[in-house]
């Protein structure tokens, strides 16, 4: 009786143990992290490789997405350069051409407690906080006026540089011009030839329309 008492004790913590083994196991992988998106921007002055930020920015980030499987960046040019300042790309063409945008203006997430670092890019907009849709623009230095602020919003930080720094040193420090109505125009033509996405997650979030938008922009130097 009392074998067959320490056979049934020995068998319960078996299985108890098997559960737990199985819990951990389902933990893990549940709360395993999730390689971010990264997008790679193939210029005429070489390769940029941006990792997204699909948590802190979802909406900027599922736009970006969106575009950049829409082939919308493919030809597109870096059309205002400042150095120790931003580079910005997204809205024209070679010609200095306007490209439309395709997708509703998107909600301002500057308020996602990512600072507007070197390296760091974020979405270019009007005066208008919810006016950003295809523009965006990569920090040439740290630029913390660009942050928000207690009752101002300021410029959505969605992503990094993780590779090509020196690429975006190099599209910074290019000559400019001033082209009719266009400030700080290279020069020499640096365009996006395609952007292509590396690795992604899927984002989805509600799509909110704010409105007409045109003539984004990062804020003035």
Request: glycine letters at 4%; charged letters at 20%; one cysteine or more.
């Given at each position: ?6 056979l ?46 699909p ?74 906080p ?13 630029n ?25 040193d ?51 130097k």
């Amino acid at each position: 009786m009392n074998k067959l008492l320490k056979l049934s004790v020995l068998s319960l913590v078996l299985t108890l143990s098997s559960i737990c083994l199985a819990t951990e196991l389902v933990t893990e992988t549940s709360t395993a992290k999730t390689p971010a998106p990264q997008v790679l921007l193939s210029t005429t002055m070489g390769e940029i490789v941006l990792e997204l930020y699909p948590d802190a920015a979802p909406a900027s980030v599922d736009n970006f997405i969106s575009y950049v499987e829409d082939k919308f960046y493919d030809g597109i040019i870096f059309h205002r350069v400042i150095k120790n300042f931003m580079i910005q790309a997204g809205g024209h063409r070679f010609d200095m051409t306007p490209k439309a945008p395709t997708r509703p203006p998107i909600v301002n997430e500057s308020d996602n407690g990512i600072k507007n670092l070197r390296g760091t890019v974020a979405m270019a907009r009007t005066r208008i906080p919810d006016s950003a849709t295809s523009q965006f623009f990569i920090n040439h230095k740290t630029n913390s006026s660009l942050d928000a602020q207690k009752g101002r919003p300021g410029y959505a930080v969605f992503a990094k540089v993780i590779k090509g720094m020196d690429v975006v040193d190099k599209i910074a420090t290019t000559k400019t011009e001033n082209l009719e109505r266009y400030g700080n125009v290279p020069v020499t033509t640096v365009s996006i030839i395609k952007a292509r996405i590396v690795n992604t997650t899927p984002v989805k979030v509600a799509e909110k329309s704010v409105g007409k938008n045109d003539n984004q922009k990062a804020p003035k130097k």
